[in-house]
Structure formats: structure tokens, C-alpha cells
């Protein structure tokens, strides 16, 4: 008998002013907005997850569907598929809860865009939403959830709101989170082309693969941006991910470089983070992975030499950090991406071929590069 298995996800943050437009603060009234995502496994049934964890009272939602993407804002119209909820079309998500929809009979092919619609007859407040999705969403005035065709969506954000999870029926047990910052939210990547690690992962491996990454986000500390700290929100973003075998643990950038960022408006004061307060995190997490009964990959942090996270104590915290990494024998596996990006010609820097062009994020090419590691490791 097939069991649920988690698909797709995006972890949840507060409402934020963001790095670039999105509706979250001001949320949604009287509107219908449409979001694509990539469900990284098939399966003859769905269901999605909604997440009301940062609303401050309870959510309405007038109706909800689903289908397969077309073209940007557009549908295949013969896939449309209502969704339920406990056998209603509308549902009530309460405050800092989320809810699972009942499931849905649309097939999916493991890496086919699929698109979820979603009406909100009155008015939500502030929306619980993931800041930096690289792909678009789309958002009509009035009720637009059974079109076929996109031509009502005439705003645009790449970000996605409250919607959390895809889940399907497949009777696997391999999947795989990668857990981290933007590195692994995909920052660098070619927006609308699905081109962060995760995809590249899926498409090497053909398991399930899960990005649990937030941009900016931080291990040791919370931020109203970057979201909440890495070790308070493991369980609900990685742990709690139905058929996970593997968590990957790329974090800690942000915790070594923003000290050495005086500029950065949005999290200061920036404690300097010592090596064995970060390493002491990185254990929290591998004991509740463990205690769960799932494998955990350690990935070392990538070069950061000429960014604006560099500096005398991200120098030498990194290097110290990264030797933890190699030597513990903490993580039940270890992938080094610092090794595999690195410039030949000066090790602390990244590869001109994998350099995004801030020396902090790869491009396409890193991305690649990167899943190819951690594929030699899994």
C-alpha cells in the first residue's frame, strides 16, 4: 500500500519586507493567487500543506486547486482539481498551525511543474510566506480558481505563500532534505529555470529532494528576515518531511559572516560567533535527526574569500569550522563543497566558473557541481 511521501516544500517565514517585492505583509482580499511548483516524485494522488505559522489569527481560505502548469500563470483545464478539506471546499487554518488538504486525484510525474490556486474571499492580514522562490507567482482580483488560461494574473512576485508542502502517494522511504541558507534557498540560480542544487540533485539521483532552505537564515540565532534560528525550526522544516531518509546540513555562513558585514541593514548587532558555539549547534541538530533515525550529511561551507561575509574571524572561524567537519566523525557522512568550489589558485575563494559574482553564492554551474558531490556521498 502506497504511503505519503513529501514531494515539494518551502520553509515558512514571518511576514518581511524581503530582498525583493512580495505581498506578505500586506497578504490577500478578495483575490485569488496562483503558485508552480516541482514535486520531486510521482505519485497517483496529492495533497498540500498550508502553513499559518506566523498569522496572528486564523486563516481563511475560500477554495483551493490544483493542476498541471502550462505556462506561466496558465493550466492544462482538463487537470483542474478542487481540493478539499475534510471533505469541504473551504478551511479555517488556525493561528501559528498549518493544515493538510484531503487527498486529491491528479497524477504527478516527478520533476513536472505543477500549479496551486488558491482564493481568499476576505481579507488574510499579513501572509506567512518563503521569501525567495526563483519562480513566479501570480495574483487576480476576484475568483480566478478554475481558469485555464492565466490571463487574470496580472501581478507577479517570485515568492510563495502559505503553501508548504506537496505530498504524494508512493511507497518510497529515500528522500532527501537539504537543510541551509541561501546556498541551498538557490540564491545565484537562473530564476524560473530550477536550477538550485536541489533540482540538480533530483535529476542525478531521481530521489525525492526537499529544499529546506531559507535565505539568510541563521543556526544559533533568529532573525525577522531570515526567519527562525536553524536549530528551532529542524524538526517542523526537515524532521517532520513524511518518507525522509537524509538530512543535508549546509548552515553556518551567515552565523561566521555577517559580523564581518557592517552594512547589512537587517541583522545587527551580529554576535561574533565562536567555532565551538556553531559546532555545538550543528550537534543539536545531528542528535534530533538521530533520534528520528535519519542519516545526516555534514557539507563543508563553501569558500567565501572577497565577499562581503569575509574578514579576520570568518577566515579563520571557517577553516576551523570546515577541519570540525572532515574530522569529527559527527555527521554519518561528509560532503566537501569547500574543497569542490574552491579556487585552485587561492583556496579561499570560490572558482571564477562557479561564482554567481558576489564570491559568496555559485551559479548554475556551482549548483551542479555541488549536487554531483553530495551524489558521490549518498
Known amino acids: 500500500m502506497s504511503t505519503w511521501t513529501a514531494a515539494w516544500t518551502a520553509s515558512p517565514q514571518t511576514p518581511s519586507t524581503g530582498f525583493t517585492p512580495n505581498w506578505s505583509q500586506q497578504g490577500f482580499s478578495g483575490q485569488t493567487v496562483r ?7 510521482a505519485g497517483e494522488r496529492l495533497r498540500i500543506r498550508l502553513s499559518n505559522a506566523y498569522g496572528t489569527s486564523p486563516l481563511r481560505l475560500t477554495g483551493a486547486t490544483v493542476a498541471r502548469t502550462t505556462r506561466g500563470a496558465a493550466v492544462d483545464e482538463a487537470s483542474i482539481r478542487h481540493v478539499t478539506f475534510d471533505g469541504r471546499p473551504d478551511a479555517t487554518v ?11 486525484g491528479l497524477a504527478t510525474d516527478a520533476l513536472a511543474p505543477l500549479t496551486v490556486t488558491l482564493h481568499f474571499a476576505g481579507t488574510t492580514g ?3 510566506f518563503h521569501a525567495q522562490a526563483w519562480t ?3 495574483l487576480a482580483d476576484g475568483d480566478h480558481l478554475a481558469d485555464g488560461p492565466g490571463d487574470a494574473f496580472t501581478e507577479v512576485t517570485q515568492s510563495w505563500y502559505y503553501l508548504t508542502g506537496v505530498e504524494v502517494t508512493a511507497s518510497r522511504d529515500d528522500g532527501i532534505v537539504l537543510f541551509g541558507d541561501s546556498v541551498t534557498d538557490g540564491f545565484g540560480s537562473t530564476p524560473g529555470a530550477d536550477r538550485r542544487w536541489s533540482d540538480a540533485l533530483t535529476e542525478l ?13 541563521l543556526v544559533l540565532n533568529d532573525s525577522h528576515w531570515y526567519g527562525e534560528r536553524a ?3 529542524f524538526g517542523r522544516d526537515a524532521l517532520d518531511q513524511p518518507g525522509v531518509s537524509t538530512v543535508v546540513v549546509l548552515h553556518g555562513l551567515n552565523d561566521i559572516g555577517f559580523s564581518e558585514a557592517p552594512h547589512e541593514p537587517t541583522y545587527k548587532p551580529s554576535p561574533l560567533v565562536t567555532t565551538a558555539e556553531l559546532t555545538a549547534g550543528y550537534e543539536t541538530l545531528i542528535r534530533a535527526a538521530h533520534e528520528r533515525g535519519l542519516r545526516v550529511v555534514g557539507a563543508t561551507l563553501l ?3 572577497g565577499s562581503d561575509h569575509w574578514g579576520p574571524h570568518a577566515a579563520r572561524v571557517s577553516d576551523e569550522v570546515n577541519d570540525w567537519i572532515r574530522s569529527s566523525g559527527a555527521f554519518d557522512a561528509v560532503v566537501d563543497l569547500d574543497r569542490a568550489l574552491a579556487d585552485p589558485a587561492d583556496p579561499d575563494r570560490l572558482h571564477p566558473a562557479y561564482d554567481h559574482g558576489d564570491r559568496l553564492h555559485p551559479n548554475d554551474k556551482g549548483y551542479e557541481v555541488m549536487a554531483a558531490a553530495l551524489a558521490d556521498v549518498l
Not at 35 to 41: E, F, G, L, S, Y
Open 205 to 217: 539521483t531521481g530521489r525525492p529532494v526537499l529544499n529546506a532552505g531559507i535565505g539568510g537564515n
Open 35 to 41: 503558485q508552480v511548483v516541482r514535486p520531486t516524485a
Open 303 to 305: 569558500p567565501l574569500g
Open 126 to 128: 499579513p501572509a506567512t
Open 94 to 104: 488556525p493561528a501559528r498551525a498549518e493544515l493538510r488538504s484531503d487527498p486529491v
Open 136 to 138: 513566479d507567482s501570480h
Open 231 to 233: 536549530t528551532a525550526r
